[in-house]
């Protein structure tokens, strides 16, 4: 099955300690990306990367930080740096020149 | 930044009724895309269109852009309980390839 994983579905962490959220795809995509849904809002990009070994910023990476060392998995750390942690995680994907992006199913931080 | 704005914020209707959804953006684009989220899950495709065109047909939606007045609509035709989800458009930039800038979505309710 193609597809894109993200692990786990729900994830409790207490404050101030830093969690990874996985991000793994076999569809052969360049480009994948981070979102960030809060309640009763749409998404906001974090980061983005088009290709191995390189990412940009979106519009609110203070706090995260990624890595893409391979072109199948984009990982997500949420700092103690971020304020209001808390929020559902999506992770996207796109290939080539395509427009449309392919989505995982999300994973839920919450942090108390 | 969130780039469009979807009105209504929520909206209820019988089955077998239409749908109709709007999209506001504010800059130039290049292509907006519509996606669904059922609640808890990850975004699905539904339809893009370019900004060279004005409408586009995909089963039962329909997506019309009028770039003059920066707006598009979906138009989802003899709604069923299956479609209740939540809405979102999304836009592209030339400038950014790849990003999408999406607003905070309709939800939508079919009631049986």
């Known amino acids: 099955d193609g597809g894109i994983t993200q692990s786990p579905k729900y994830l409790f962490r207490k404050e101030g300690q830093n969690v990874t959220l996985s991000c793994e795809q076999n569809l052969n995509h360049d480009a994948m990306y981070w979102y960030r849904q809060d309640p009763g809002q749409g998404l906001r990009l974090i980061y983005y990367s088009q290709i191995v070994n390189d990412f940009q910023k979106g519009d609110i990476a203070e706090g995260y930080s990624v890595s893409r060392e391979k072109k199948e998995s984009f990982p997500l750390t949420v700092t103690s740096a971020q304020k209001n942690p808390t929020a559902f995680y999506l992770c996207?994907?796109?290939?080539?020149?395509?427009?449309?992006?392919?989505f995982g199913p999300g994973t839920r931080l919450t942090v108390t | 930044s969130q780039q469009g704005e979807e009105d209504p914020q929520a909206l209820s209707i019988q089955e077998g009724e239409n749908a109709t959804m709007n999209c506001s953006y504010k800059t130039s684009i290049n292509n907006l895309q519509w996606y669904r989220q059922n609640s808890g899950r990850g975004l699905v495709h539904l339809i893009l269109?370019?900004?060279?065109?004005r409408e586009k047909h995909s089963g039962r939606l329909r997506v019309t852009l009028d770039t003059s007045k920066k707006s598009s609509s979906l138009l989802i035709t003899a709604s069923r309980a299956a479609d209740t989800a939540s809405y979102f458009c999304a836009t592209g930039r030339g400038s950014t390839l790849g990003r999408l800038y999406f607003g905070r979505g309709t939800q939508l309710t079919v009631w049986p």
């Open positions: 996207a994907t796109t290939q080539g020149s395509r427009l449309e992006q392919y």
């Open positions: 269109i370019r900004s060279n065109e």
